[in-house]
């Protein structure tokens, strides 16, 4: 259900990803499937969990 929202609203954009704690991550929403969200910042891709997603917005 999260996979598909965040494909529909925010494939291609940059958004910030919070998982609790102290860091919060960025980037462009490149890929989201088998309930992992992938990240690409400078030329790196950050793979994330969905179910470990706490808030995702916009930059």
Known sequence: ???SFIVEHY???DVDVYCGGPD???GS?????????TLSS???LTHIA???????WSQ
């Open 29 to 37: 929403v490149v890929a989201c499937a088998d309930n992992v969200l």
């Open 1 to 3: 259900m999260m996979q």
């Open 11 to 13: 494939l291609n954009k």
């Open 42 to 44: 400078e030329g790196k």
């Open 50 to 56: 969905i179910d470990k997603i706490i808030a995702l």
């Open 24 to 26: 919060v991550f960025r």
